[in-house]
T-cell receptor
Framework: DIVMTQTPLSSPVTLGQPASISCRSS???????????LNWLQQRPGQPPRLLIY???NRFSGVPDRFSGSGAGTDFTLKISKVETEDVGVYYC????????FGQGTKVEIK | EVHLVESGGGLVQPGGSLRLSCTAS????????MSWVRQAPGKGLEWVAT????????VYVDSVKGRFTISRDDAKNSLYLQMTSLRAEDTAIYYC????????????WGQGALATVSS
């Protein structure tokens, strides 16, 4: 199984300031079809997960442009340019190159 | 608009069975791989099972192999998860999840159904 490791596990952020979450996989996420299946999910309190970013850097429908994804191979990053109140929640990276596995989650909260 | 609505959750004793259902709308259900992902109370996400578009291929996480069965009825736009020999560690919210273009590239998630295994 591919192990996904996120850092930090908790991220207190001031409103309007940036936030960054890192995700590292135990092996390369480049699929035989040439795609890298690394997604980022947001889970607000009491809500199901929601897709934010797919295939490393593509924003899903309706996702604000303050969210961006980057990375390659085994190292990936989610950035929020200016954190808003509605961004509070837990963020997960997940890989879909092999049987899906998820990071432990990073809790984003307002200072 | 894509909607996935789970049902069938509840309280069951260890060793018992439960069948979860997911009704889909807003897309052509038969064209997409579908999955179940679970989340134990206060914990992270765990992929459980996936079924191919035509139902010909099914894959499971090791911890549920031989106990859980994923199936689909394209005429009813429905996905199912039959859970048997349930254990306390199966207690979780079970989410029905649609794939985008491939097998595991999840895009839409349902609201979830809570299955509680306890005596």
């Amino acid at each position: 199984d591919i192990v996904m490791t996120q850092t930090p596990l908790s991220s207190p952020v001031t409103l309007g300031q940036p936030a960054s979450i890192s995700c590292r996989s135990s092996q390369s996420l480049v699929h035989s079809d040439g795609n890298t299946y690394l997604n980022w999910l947001q889970q607000r309190p009491g809500q199901p997960p929601r897709l934010l970013i797919y295939k490393v850097s593509n924003r899903f429908s309706g996702v604000p442009d303050r969210f961006s994804g980057s990375g390659a191979g085994t190292d990936f990053t989610l950035k929020i340019s200016k954190v808003e109140t509605e961004d509070v929640g837990v963020y997960y990276c997940m890989q879909a190159t092999q049987f899906p596995t998820f990071g432990q989650g990073t809790k984003v909260e307002i200072k | 608009e894509v909607h996935l609505v789970e049902s069938g959750g509840g309280l069951v004793q260890p060793g018992g069975s439960l069948r979860l259902s997911c009704t889909a709308s807003g897309f052509t259900f038969s064209n997409y791989w579908m999955s179940w992902v679970r989340q134990a109370p206060g914990k992270g996400l765990e992929w459980v099972a996936t079924i191919k578009r035509d139902g010909s291929e099914k894959v499971y996480v090791d911890s549920v192999k031989g106990r859980f069965t994923i199936s689909r009825d394209d005429a009813k736009n429905s996905l199912y998860l039959q859970m048997t020999s349930l254990r306390a560690e199966d207690t979780a919210i079970y989410y029905c999840v649609k794939a985008a273009s491939g097998s595991f590239d999840f895009d839409y998630w349902g609201q979830g159904a809570l299955a509680t295994v306890s005596s």
